[in-house]
Structures are given as structure tokens and as C-alpha cells.
């Protein structure tokens, strides 16, 4: 599995919709979809800060790490 993006369940915890967060971080509805779904293959320092700033919390709050089962 690798990383794991908890974004929805942080955004969901701050009551903030996906439109209003992209909005607020200035990416696009379609970028941040695929962060929310795990689907991202990279995300940039400065997306991250601007995530956490818009939901007051830290990149462990939104990032997590589970090895591999295989």
C-alpha cells in the first residue's frame, strides 16, 4: 500500500467541502480529487503546506505510511 492520503477524513473533521478546499489551496477540483482518492503518485511540498494551513493540521495528519503486506 505505501502511503496512504487520510484527506477526506480531515476534511471531513474541519467541515470543509472539496470545492471549497481547492478553491482556498488554488488547485484544481481534478487534482485534488486524485490526492483525496489516493490516486496521486507525488504531491508537492508547497500543495501540502497550503493543504495544512486551509485545515490547520499537519502533513501526519493528512499522510500516513502502511508497509507493504507482500
Excluded: H
Excluded at 473533521?13 to 489551496?25: C, I, W, Y
Amino acid at each position: 500500500m505505501g502511503i496512504i492520503v487520510n484527506l477526506d477524513v480531515m476534511m471531513a473533521k474541519r467541515k470543509k467541502s472539496l470545492t471549497d478546499l481547492a478553491n482556498e489551496v488554488d488547485i484544481t477540483l481534478a487534482n485534488l480529487s486524485i490526492l483525496k482518492n489516493n490516486k496521486a503518485k507525488a504531491v508537492r511540498f508547497s500543495t501540502l503546506e497550503a493543504i495544512c494551513k486551509a485545515l490547520d493540521c499537519q502533513p501526519g495528519d493528512i499522510l500516513q505510511y502502511r508497509e507493504d503486506d507482500s
